[in-house]
Every structure is written in structure tokens, then in C-alpha cells.
């Protein structure tokens, strides 16, 4: 059940960034989710919450294109993510709850090998890495292989590489997991700097107060259902968002 | 002893997870299905090693050198491990990824060393078993047997391996030290145990040839010739000398000594490896740091394509054990054709070290007509070892999330998979060509069919393994060796150029010359390569259309 009344989509006269219609998706005879349906708006940072298994990572991993829909659609920047991959996949990032990038590889190869993908030319990655890890605090290790850095280094440096190309949208799972106070502070107004710039930023999290004073739109899942999607404050009434969310969950179980 | 029973079950288990890759998900019984497949096959082959192992020892039996098989036996099973170990070896024991869970537990630093090497010395001891067992039945059955020689030789076949598989395995932790102290540590390794392995290579050859030069010589009689390999497999390994007094003539003090000498040297070298395992271990984590060079950025940005093609050969020296197995053809290609330009094939066909047969001028003439049919099938089948694209998706593992958000279609990522792999072997063999063409070896014509054919072949069967992997990925390995040494891909791939390789090879020197004659036979050669290369775009146009990256 969606609680439509509270979906109050912010509409500033441009196409979304993200639209995603009756999505729907299976594992054998199990459905993950089931006709899933939101839109992400330019300068939106939108919050996906959901206990463990509810279809978060399966949610977003169709949207960056890591995995076959099957069923409904998911357009990015006007972009089918089936029919025209390519083109959607290059207006997007990706941040995914384990960080694992290739070990043999130095920060800085990875960061140029991302890059050299997304086609951003030497001086507009040079000046973005090196401002991006300054502020992350990762510039004195990016010479070392990706082998010898902590969960929260490989965090940082899959954040850099995702932002190298200024995707327009930026999809995170879990993206506080792991990073110290500082960098979860930085990140954090990164996010808000893009969001700013017209980019949108779509994150799932387990920590429901960083996604009430993060995000102005929010949406719960459930069990592969959508419970509730919309403005943070319509969501959360005058509530806070933990109650709405325990209230929403043990409801609808 | 508990603590080592509990780790080697471990160790087990993650053996026979890795007989099965990707059927983790699988019910019990597919699963169990799947390791009964598998462990039909492993009969299989072992059946294969023994029966030929028997009729080895049977010609030896028959031409009167009864007494030359247990040294031998003894020899090869001390031998059969120590290259397995020597390349398993550092990733079995260093820079594992379980390394701070099982150094935290409270254990002995040495249980868990001998509970990690256990599996190299069960490899080594069962290959041993494989040769050294039919070698003995053969024996015992011309030269007569007694209990106490038979439980001997049994457990010959269990001590034989051991002090060879310790000095391997402690080569290999020496070899993996010393890279360390390099900046590119892998590299370090992997330049430093392919050179040994091509001195060993070499240096066996050339032991195997000198000998059979001095055997065509002198040959005064087969006896003469067999005492004489038994001397020099005593001369270089005293303990098989000791094993072949205790077996043969019931010497207890020769058979202590052997015993002892077996036990002693792995013990030795363990306990070098327990002292200093933290050591090499914290200098392999850290090898890279202090050495940054954070401020140094590339003066131009790469194509998408050019950047994968970098990445994947940065794969190949990242993962030693898919090094050692993807580049190992290269080197013997050029050492091949070093050896070919060097030495001649006309002072090796004169030389009478091919089964102490001398030809003369104009039979040499009339050969090198057909081993110019050869050449390209010998490249082709190296070729063919060195596919390093058969398995670049599945070595993907837990970062193939990047591939598939990559902004690029499944034709270019895997074109510069393929390119990463096929720029190298077209590089080698052509080097390796116009090596024996510079030295006269070769004509022009058998020029274009070594490259030719050997890249056709090459190109054919990497598209097979490429196809394969493309359509059944295992990102969820956790040894590169699952990927790289168990995985259908490769083995199809090296299985089947090695098949047609020596199927193409028997029909081209064999068959059609006499057949066709010479030059229709070359114009044959250089079709089969051709049409190779044309199966390989096929099947590579297929892949490109059917493939979709997704994450696991």
C-alpha cells in the first residue's frame, strides 16, 4: 500500500532525473520488488529506507544498470536503462555498499582509469580529484595500491571516482557506512553541492536521522513493496521519521 | 593437533567449494552431483598418468633396466611437486584474504603454517603416489618382491616429495621476501620465479639431451647407458640413492638416512617460514606505502578502450597465479625460438640427440621440409596456453559492479579484454618468428604460417573461453586459482588449441605431404589459420551480441 496523499513531487520545470515506473523484479519464483513506482527530480536527495532485504540494493542495482528489470521501466535523464544503456549509465554513478575495487591498482590508477571511461578530460579530473580527496582526506594515500586501504579509504576513493564525471545522478547504497565523522560530514555537503548544481542524489540508508536532516524526499520499502514515498515532511507529519517508519513497517506486517 | 585438524578441514572445505565453482546456490544434491563429475573426471585423468606411467616403466622392465626404475621413481616423485608448489606456494601461504581472521585466533604460528602448506604437501605426496606406485608395480613384478621392500616403497612414495616440496615451498617465500623490497613487489615476483622455472626448464632439457648424446656415443650396451642415469640421478639426489639401497637391497641405515633427510629438510624450512611468515606477510601490505606518488598525474587522457586494455594487463601482474599461467606460453615461445635460432635445427637433426639418431646432410634436407609443417603448430599450440581473456570476467570478482555501471557497450569492454590479451601473443610470436627467420631457420613462407596459424589458433580457442566465461561469470571466488586454474574456460580453451593443435599438426606433417606434396600442404596450413582466425571474429561478433554485464 503507498501512502499517495503525502507524494508531493517537486516539479522545477524540468524532465526528471530519474523516473522509475511500475519496476518490478524477480529471483526465480520470489519477487524482490513489485511495482515500484518514483520519481527523482533535479536537486532532490532522496532517501530510500527499508529493513535488511526489503529490495533496496535490488532496487538500485537495476537502476545503475548492474542488473535485468524484469518488468516496468526505469528512465535516467530521459535514458531507458534497458533500451539505451549507455547513454543512461553515462549521466549516472554508482556507489555500491561494499566498496570493493580492483586491489593491484593505485588510487590514483583507479581514479584515472574511471576517468578515461567516463571521458573526462585531464584537466577537469585533475582539478576535481584533487579538490574531492582534500576535502575526503585522501590525497596523501591515493599513491598506495587499493590492497593496503581501510573499508573507509576504499569508501572515499569509490566516492571520488563516482563524482570525477559530475554524474547527474548519483546513486548510493549505504553510503555513511564505514566513513569517519569528517568525511561523513564532507560527504554530506557534497551531496548538498550537487543537488545545488542541479544533480540529484538517490541513497539507501539504515540510519533513518541522517536521511530526516539529509533529504527532502524520502521513500519506505517494505518487503519489496513501496509504503510510503514523497517530501520528507509529508512522509514524517509531525512525527519523526523512526516512528513513521516503525509504525509503517509493523503495520503493514 | 586439534587446531591443525579444525584449519585443514578448512582448508578442505574451501578445496571442495572450489570443485564446484558457482554452484554455491545449488541444491545439495546438484552440488553433490557437480563433485561427483568432478571426481570422475580427477579418476579419470589419474588413470590416464598411471596407465602411461606403467608402460614406462614396462619399456624399461623389457630392455633390461630393471634396476634403473627405483631411482627413477624415487626422483620423479621427489621432482612431481615442486613446481606445483613452487607457483602455489605464496598464494596458498601470503597475502591470503583470511590472513588477520586466522592471526587473531589463538593458535601456534606454526599449526597454521602446516595446516596452509598441508595442501601442497598432500598435492605433491598424491602426484607422487600417481607416478612413483605403478613404477614400483612394475618393479616388484620383474625383479621379485619381499614384505619389507614393499612397505619400504610404500612409504617412499609419502617421503620421496616432502624435502623437495619444503624447499620449494620455502623457494617460493624467499622469491616472495625479496619482491617485496621492490616497489612493484608482483612483478618482482613473478620476473623472478619465471626465470627460475625457465633455468630449471632449461637446465632439465639440457641434462636430458647431453645425456642422450653421451648415450648415442658411447652406447656401448643399454646396461652401460641405464647404470649411467642411475649414477647421475644418485650424483644429484643422494636420498633417491639411500631409498634405492634401503628398497632395493634391504639397507636399514641408507633407508634411515633417506627417511630422515625427508623429514628433516620440510621441518627445517617450516620452521624458517613460521619465524619470518609475519614479516613477509606485514611487508607484502605494506609494500606500497611511503612510496606515493599522489602528485604525479599522466600527461594525456586514454580512450575507454586503452584504459581497459592497461587494466587488464595491471590484472595480469596484480594476480601472480594468473601470471604464471597466462604468460608462462609467452616464454616459452621466445625461449623456443631462442633455442631453435641458437642452437639449429640442422646441428640438432646432425647432432643425434633425438633418440641417438644421426642423419645425414640429405636426410636433413628431406626432414626440414616437414618440420617447417611443424613449426606452426608447436607456436600455435604455446599460443593457445596463454589465454588470459578466457577468464578476465570471472577475475572481475566483487568489483564487477564497475564494469556493468560502466557507460560502454559489451562489444568494446570485451574487445579490449580480448586486445589485452591478443596484442602480447601476435607481439611474441611475431618476435619469435622473425627470430628464426633472422637466423636462417626459417623461410619467409613458414614466417607468415608461424604467425598466422599461431595467432589464428590462438584467437579462435580465446574467443571459446571468452564466450564461456562471458555466459557463466564466477564472481564469487575467493583464490584467483578458482578462476584461473578450475575454471571450464581455460580448460576448454587450452584443452581443445592443444587438441587441434596436435590433430592439425599430425595431419599437416603426417598425412597431407604425402597425401598432396609439400606445397599444397603449406597452402592448406595457411587456410586452417585463416579459418580459424575468421571462427574466432565469429564467435566473438556472437559474444559481443549476447552478453550483458551484471553483477552476480
Known amino acids: 500500500m503507498q501512502r499517495s496523499a503525502q507524494v508531493t513531487p517537486t516539479h522545477r520545470g524540468s524532465s526528471p532525473v530519474l523516473a522509475i515506473a511500475h519496476y518490478t523484479k524477480r529471483y526465480g519464483d520470489k519477487v524482490a520488488v513489485r511495482d515500484l513506482s518514483l520519481t527523482v527530480e533535479p536537486g532532490d536527495i532522496y532517501g530510500f529506507i527499508g529493513h535488511n532485504g526489503a529490495g533496496k540494493t535490488t532496487l538500485i542495482r537495476s537502476i545503475v544498470g548492474a542488473q535485468p528489470v524484469d518488468g516496468g521501466s526505469i528512465r535516467i535523464c530521459g535514458h531507458d536503462v534497458v533500451g539505451d544503456p549507455i547513454a543512461a549509465k553515462a549521466a549516472c554513478a554508482y556507489v555500491p555498499d561494499n566498496p570493493d575495487v580492483y586491489e593491484f591498482m593505485t588510487g590514483l590508477q583507479y581514479l584515472d582509469f574511471i576517468a578515461d571511461i567516463y571521458r573526462v578530460s585531464a584537466s577537469e579530473r585533475r582539478a576535481r580529484r584533487t579538490e574531492l580527496a582534500e576535502r575526503l582526506q585522501l590525497a596523501d594515500a591515493l599513491g598506495d595500491t587499493v590492497g593496503s586501504y581501510s573499508h573507509g579509504m576504499r569508501q572515499k576513493l569509490v566516492l571520488i571516482g563516482a563524482l570525477i564525471h559530475e554524474p547527474r545522478l548519483l546513486v548510493l547504497d549505504e553510503p555513511f557506512v564505514g566513513l569517519d565523522p569528517v568525511a561523513s560530514h564532507e560527504l554530506k555537503k557534497i551531496l548538498h553541492e550537487l543537488a545545488e548544481r542541479g544533480g540529484a542524489v538517490f541513497f539507501s540508508s539504515h540510519v533513518l536521522e541522517v536521511v530526516e536532516k539529509l533529504c527532502n524526499k524520502v521513500a519506505i520499502i517494505r518487503a519489496g513493496e513501496l509504503l510510503a514515498s514523497g517530501a520528507t515532511e509529508d512522509v514524517r507529519g509531525n512525527a519523526s521519521l523512526e516512528d513513521i517508519f516503525l509504525e509503517l513497517v509493523e503495520k503493514e506486517a | ?552
Open chain 2, 1 to 552: 593437533m586439534r587446531s591443525f585438524i579444525i584449519l585443514l578441514g578448512v582448508q578442505a572445505r574451501g578445496l571442495i567449494n572450489s570443485l564446484a565453482p558457482g554452484a554455491a546456490k545449488l541444491s545439495r544434491r546438484a552440488r553433490g552431483r557437480r563433485l561427483a563429475l568432478m571426481g570422475v573426471l580427477s579418476v579419470l585423468l589419474g588413470t590416464f598418468i598411471v596407465a602411461y606411467i606403467v608402460m614406462l616403466g614396462l619399456s624399461l622392465a623389457l630392455l633390461g633396466a630393471t634396476e634403473a626404475i627405483v631411482p627413477l621413481a624415487v626422483a620423479a616423485g621427489a621432482l612431481a611437486g615442486a613446481v606445483f608448489t613452487f607457483i602455489k606456494a605464496r598464494g596458498t601461504l601470503f597475502g591470503t584474504r583470511d590472513h588477520d581472521l586466522i592471526m587473531a585466533m589463538p593458535l601456534p604460528r606454526r599449526t597454521v603454517i602446516l595446516a596452509r602448506s598441508a595442501t601442497l604437501f598432500g598435492a605433491s605426496i598424491l602426484l607422487a603416489i600417481l607416478i612413483m606406485l605403478p613404477l614400483y608395480a612394475v618393479y616388484f613384478a620383474f625383479a621379485g618382491a619381499t614384505a619389507p621392500s614393499v612397505l619400504l616403497a610404500l612409504a617412499s612414495a609419502v617421503l620421496a616429495p616432502l624435502p623437495i616440496t619444503g624447499i620449494a615451498a620455502f623457494a617460493a617465500a624467499g622469491v616472495t621476501a625479496l619482491s617485496t623490497r621492490f616497489r612493484h613487489a608482483n612483478l618482482a615476483f613473478i620476473i623472478g620465479a619465471m626465470a627460475l622455472m625457465l633455468v630449471v626448464l632449461v637446465a632439465a632439457y639440457g641434462w636430458s639431451f647431453s645425456m642422450r648424446a653421451d648415450a648415442g656415443q658411447a652406447a656401448a650396451s643399454l646396461g652401460d647407458t641405464m647404470a649411467q642415469i642411475s649414477n647421475t640421478i644418485y650424483a644429484c639426489y643422494p636420498p633417491a640413492a639411500w631409498a634405492t639401497q634401503g628398497i632395493v637391497h634391504g639397507s636399514v641405515p641408507a633407508y634411515a638416512a633417506f627417511a630422515a633427510i625427508s623429514i628433516a629438510v620440510p621441518a627445517v624450512c617450516i620452521e624458517i617460514m613460521q619465524r619470518t611468515y609475519l614479516g613477509i606477510n606485514d611487508a607484502l601490505a605494506a609494500r606500497s606505502r611511503g612510496r606515493a606518488r599522489t602528485r604525479r598525474d599522466r600527461a594525456k587522457d586514454r580512450s575507454p578502450f586503452a584504459a581497459i586494455v592497461i587494466k587488464e594487463l595491471r590484472t595480469l601482474v596484480g594476480i601472480p597465479s594468473y601470471a604464471f599461467n597466462c604468460l608462462f606460453g609467452y616464454l616459452l615461445m621466445i625461449a623456443a625460438a631462442l633455442a631453435i635460432s641458437l642452437i639449429g635445427m640442422r646441428g640438432i637433426l646432425s647432432s643425434g640427440v633425438i633418440d641417438g639418431v644421426t642423419l645425414d646432410p640429405a636426410q636433413i634436407d628431406a626432414a626440414m621440409g616437414y618440420i617447417m609443417l611443424l613449426f606452426p603448430w608447436v607456436f600455435a599450440f604455446l599460443a593457445t596456453t596463454c589465454s588470459s581473456a578466457a577468464v578476465s570476467i570471472s577475475l572481475e570478482g566483487r568489483s564487477s559492479w564497475i564494469m556493468a555501471t560502466a557507460p560502454l557497450s559489451p562489444r568494446a569492454i570485451l574487445g579490449a579484454k580480448l586486445a589485452s590479451n591478443a596484442l602480447p601473443c601476435i607481439a611474441c610470436l611475431g618476435a619469435s618468428a622473425a627470430a628464426m627467420l633472422a637466423f636462417g631457420e626459417i623461410d619467409i613462407l613458414s614466417t607468415c604460417e608461424v604467425v598466422l596459424v599461431g595467432f589464428g589458433m590462438f584467437f579462435l580457442w580465446v574467443n571459446v573461453g571468452l564466450a564461456i566465461d562471458a555466459a557463466h561469470p564466477n564472481f564469487s571466488w575467493t583464490v584467483a586459482n578458482e578462476v584461473v586454474k578450475r575454471s571450464a574456460s581455460i580448460m576448454v580453451c587450452v584443452l581443445g588449441g592443444m587438441v587441434c593443435a596436435f590433430a592439425l599438426g599430425a595431419l599437416s606433417v603426417i598425412v597431407l605431404p604425402d597425401l598432396l606434396g609439400l606445397a599444397a600442404t603449406h597452402g592448406i596450413v595457411i587456410a586452417l589459420g585463416a579459418c580459424s582466425l575468421i571462427g574466432g571474429c565469429a564467435i566473438f561478433r556472437h559474444t559481443a551480441r549476447t552478453t550483458t554485464f551484471f553483477i552476480n
